[in-house]
């Protein structure tokens, strides 16, 4: 029955490739098309606002560096919001199954359209997956490596998860503390629960300087100015309503000793976060992609990262 209203290509088979002037569009080829037409765009829109040098598509370099570069864990992280991948399997799975409908019709536009749709499903789920269980690891590393941490810092990791952050930070420690706040929620990362983490901690051998807290982000159990670093990946874009993101910032800001230091990786808000941190008075606030190692799926959920600086004294 789906082929019957998606068959479009060849009106006689054997002489031409005229679209059959009668036909009409149904809802799977319009999105099949729209899907193919709006990757090539979405992709030159983002390509020019971005402005990290990753993002110049050099397809080449990219593999290369792909596989050059990736970092050995010893913890299960598991998946960011697991269902979003499933989806896009899914979806490059149905729009296989058309290509092979309409392949079984002859009608060739059709096949053409169904594969480009399904290839680009296919390249949704491994930006995503790739994201999650390799390349943001490989960005944090880098992003903690710049921090020059002195290892005797306190660091607090805001919607620490299963610990892919939390952890880093703790093995750059010696001395210092790293603690992640959670509520576990397992929508938002798979198998997340604090057990997971604690396994995770003693499994990258860092358990003796990590300690997790049970805590809303938005109500930080701890006192002022106690956190030298505070860090937070994808997690503040969870809290749906702008005033609680905004009092994840403020809340932030409250433990955050003088002095210190604040590195907020996010695919959504990050620009809303930068002002919220610079209306505080914070000096040396600045923006800045991530490249397609952080890309949810494609570059249009590509992720940023906001840094600045707590001064002695805010005016
Ligand atoms: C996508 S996961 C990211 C986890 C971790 N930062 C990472 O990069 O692997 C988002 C995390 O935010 C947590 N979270 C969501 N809302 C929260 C809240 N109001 N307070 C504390 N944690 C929260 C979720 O439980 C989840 O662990």
């Given amino acids: 029955m789906v082929s019957a209203t998606f068959m ?18 149904g809802p799977v080829e319009t999105l099949a098309l729209t899907a193919c037409i709006s990757w090539p765009v979405l992709l030159a829109i983002r390509c020019r606002q971005e402005t990290h040098p990753h993002v110049g598509v050099d397809v080449g370099a990219t593999l290369t560096s792909m596989v050059e ?9 598991g ?38 749709a399904a290839m680009w499903f296919f390249g949704c789920m491994a930006s995503y997956i790739y994201t999650t269980r390799t390349g943001k690891f490989v960005v944090w590393s880098q ?19 299963r610990g892919a952050v939390l952890l880093l930070a703790a093995e750059r420690l010696d001395g210092g503390r790293a603690h992640g706040v959670d509520l576990w929620r397992s929508q938002d990362q798979s198998g997340n629960a604090v057990e997971t983490t604690t396994r995770n901690a003693e499994a990258e051998g860092v358990a003796d300087r990590v ?6 982000m938005t109500e930080l159990p701890f006192s002022d100015g106690q956190f030298d670093v505070i860090v937070s990946s994808l997690a503040i ?36 976060y930068a ?5 505080a008075g914070l000096s040396d606030v600045r ?6 190692r952080f890309w949810y799926g494609g570059p249009w959920a590509a992720t940023r990262l906001v840094q600045a600086t707590k001064p002695d004294r805010i005016a």
């Fill in 275 to 279: 002002e919220t941190l610079s209306v």
């Fill in 287 to 292: 923006t800045r992609g991530l490249g397609w």
């Fill in 79 to 116: 998946f960011d919001a697991p269902y979003v991948p499933v989806i896009f399997g899914l979806l490059s799975l149905g729009f296989l199954t058309l290509a092979v409908l309409n392949a079984t019709q002859g009608a060739v536009v059709g096949v053409i359209a169904t594969l480009i």
């Fill in 211 to 216: 300690e997790l807290h049970t805590a809303d």
């Fill in 237 to 272: 874009h969870n809290i749906t309503s702008k005033l609680g993101r905004q009092q994840v910032i403020n809340e932030a800001l409250r433990v955050l000793r003088p002095g210190g230091r604040l590195a907020i990786a996010d695919f959504r808000h990050v620009a809303r």
């Fill in 69 to 77: 570069t990736s970092i050995v864990r010893q913890g299960d992280y």
């Fill in 8 to 25: 479009f290509g060849l009106d006689q088979p054997s002489t031409s490739f005229w679209i059959n002037a009668e036909h009409r569009f």
């Fill in 143 to 161: 992003v903690l490596d710049e921090m020059n941490l002195t290892g005797q810092e306190q660091v607090l990791d805001l919607g620490c998860g």
